[in-house]
């Protein structure tokens, strides 16, 4: 049986690995679901299994795992997939509010995904972005300061390309991308 | 006063580049460092006074002293998974100055000789992982990381790991599972993380908050006094206070511990938005209790001590003020269904005391709520208090409990609703639907 994230990853996962000692390689099995996620678009079974087998655990403790953690979808989501924070700070600065009006905007409720499968958006727990709120992560990037406004724009942007998504708003450099030198 | 130790990244523009990090004294630290015998380095945090930024205030030396250095494996965790409501200050450390991390993080490594450091960031900080994974390899190609480093003949890798969204990893315990690739639940305690058989690979296992290991050049290089002159006698340097919700200017705000709740709203965060009055403080996200901002809330000083004399913790520093618009029963409510949401489900008195304090506390809010609910609160919360492997079960029946306790009219107010008809506001309050739980 072919092992489809071997054959894609195999850099990747040789470069997980190594971080483990020889005997722990099940550390490996987060960021192995991450190249899973990204592979399938979610956490199939194909993925489950491949990553049983390169680790040498049983399916049902990967799945276990996959289903423990929130960043794991265990279906496929909309292309953009909105995490919205909306717990008590963020609440304080108007982002019960404003998420109401971004699930009216796109006509889904919360957890749904929109018709044309472009946007999934859930309500999230605290993002460790408090002082910028409202605030989102688009497909696990940080938008900050909003309000519907801005965010009518970000989604027109974003349907024209999906990979916007992952551009930072503000035109500047973002963390990921920074020079380390 | 702010001081700036720990957000230097504002004065000095790129120091998250390794030049302007290295111009700055970066790693004069960590050479200094590899002089010194490891008792010595424990010996100076030690006297430093420095406590773990974390929550939990634990001396940050005595912690390391109690690592056995003749076991020929040792680890530091790195606790970079900043989950508590209203917490944001680690992410602005690793964003605008992630060399200092490292360079703590490798000084606490020399200090138990560990072969190995995990930075375990939580899964939404993957952009500063990826940050810190390339200052990682500029520090190994500076001969920082990796083999025989300095010439020192200790080898020492550094990694980061990703979470994936689980508050609960945040607990020391729990992270130390995630990172062994298992469910990020609490560990039965003893063997403690520092212990054989504790750690991470069952190996003795130092786990610190980014914080407080962000602090550890400074002591080095100005020496402990320089340090514990900032601060009071038994809360020495600066604290982050991340101060988030009805303020004027949120954000981060480095003060000396010692300053008082007055310097830092009044004189640095602008106070309450314009037209309104502070009303309560949750000091530590939604894990402290929450208090009335009165007078003399604002006159004390901010310390671990202080903190723990008025009734509640300075923790994380997380500051969220609520002004005279809000309403407290509210606020409990939400902070009820957050710990609802990430209990882990190991233990049975906080899996089904959140469920059944967020059922209880709606009932409340709609207005339903009997004395015998009210009971039931305090049998509930009674039953989560110091019954379960970690603190997620003590800190959920906070909310509600402080609440009573310090705000016993707000309370009562619903409480009583049953016999005065609950009003359409209620009704609205009590279904914050979608976006509330």
């Known amino acids: 049986m072919q092992n489809a994230l071997l054959e894609n990853y195999k850099e990747q996962i040789d470069y997980h690995l190594s971080k483990y000692p020889d005997d722990q390689s099940r550390s490996a099995v987060m960021p192995l679901l991450y190249i899973a996620q990204e592979h399938y678009g979610y956490v199939n079974d194909d993925g489950v299994e491949d990553i049983a087998e390169i680790l040498d655990m049983d399916p049902t403790q990967v799945r276990s795992i996959a289903g423990f953690y929130t960043m794991y979808r265990e279906k496929p989501k909309g292309d953009v997939w909105l995490h919205v924070c909306t717990d008590l700070p963020c609440a304080l600065r108007g982002a019960m509010e404003f998420y109401d009006d971004l699930l009216e905007e796109l006509d889904i409720e919360d957890g749904g995904t929109t018709e044309d499968g472009m946007f999934t958006a859930e309500h999230v727990m605290c993002l460790g972005a408090c002082d910028r709120a409202p605030m989102l992560q688009a497909n696990f990037r940080f938008h900050e300061n909003l309000d519907m406004d801005i965010m009518r724009d970000l989604m027109a942007k974003w349907r024209e390309d999906v990979n916007a998504a992952l551009q930072p708003t503000d035109g500047g450099d973002t963390v990921s991308e920074r020079e380390a030198n | ?437």
């Open chain 2, 1 to 437: 006063m702010t001081q700036n130790i720990l957000l230097r990244g504002r004065e000095i523009p790129d120091i998250h580049k390794y030049d302007v990090y290295v111009e700055n004294g970066g790693f004069d630290a960590l050479k200094t460092t590899l002089g010194m015998s490891q008792k010595e380095v424990i010996d100076t945090v030690k006297a430093s006074n420095l406590r773990g930024r974390g929550g939990a205030g634990f001396p940050t030396g005595v912690k390391w002293s109690f690592i056995p250095q003749n076991e020929p494996i040792k680890y530091v965790a790195v606790n970079a998974d900043e989950s508590e409501p209203g917490t944001f200050k680690d992410r602005e450390i690793m964003e605008t100055n992630p060399y200092q991390l490292i360079e703590g993080s490798l000084i606490c490594a020399w200090a138990i000789k560990a072969p190995a450091v995990y930075i375990y960031l939580r899964g939404e900080y993957w952009e500063i992982a990826e940050q810190l994974d390339r200052c990682i390899e500029k520090c190994r190609a500076e001969g920082l990381i990796g083999e025989d480093i300095q010439g020192s003949g200790w080898d020492c890798e550094v990694y980061t790991h990703l979470g994936a969204g689980a508050y609960i990893c945040g607990e020391e315990s729990a992270l130390l599972n995630s990172l062994e690739g298992k469910l990020g639940q609490p560990r039965v305690r003893p063997p403690f993380p520092a212990q054989k058989g504790g750690g991470l690979y069952a190996e003795p296992t130092v786990v610190n908050n980014v914080e407080t290991l962000a602090n550890v050049p400074f002591i080095i290089n100005e020496g402990p006094e320089a340090f514990k002159a900032v601060g009071t006698e038994k809360s020495s340097g600066t604290k982050i206070f991340c101060v988030s919700g009805d303020v004027a200017k949120p954000g981060n705000y480095e003060l000396p511990l010692g300053a008082t709740v007055r310097e830092l709203l009044e004189e640095h965060v602008g106070g309450p938005k314009e037209g309104r009055e502070f009303k309560a403080l949750l000091p530590s996200g939604a894990s402290g209790p929450i208090v009335p901002l009165t007078d003399e809330v604002l006159d004390t000083e901010m310390t671990y001590e202080a903190f723990a004399e008025m009734g509640t913790v300075l923790g994380s520093a997380s500051f969220i003020l609520l002004d005279d618009t809000r309403d407290i029963v509210w606020a409990a409510s939400k902070m009820t269904k957050f710990f609802k949401h990430e209990s882990c489900g190991k233990c049975t008195p906080c899996r089904e005391g959140t469920y059944w304090l967020d059922k209880v506390l709606d009932r409340v809010i709609a207005g339903k709520a009997t004395q015998r609910d009210v009971d039931n609160i305090y049998d509930i919360a009674g039953n989560m208090t110091g019954t379960t492997l970690c603190a997620l079960g003590a800190f959920a029946a906070n909310p509600v409990l402080a609440t009573i306790e310090n705000f016993p009219d707000e309370f009562e107010a619903y409480a009583n609703q049953r016999a005065i008809e609950a009003t359409d506001e209620a009704d609205a309050e009590a279904e914050p639907a979608p976006a509330g739980d």
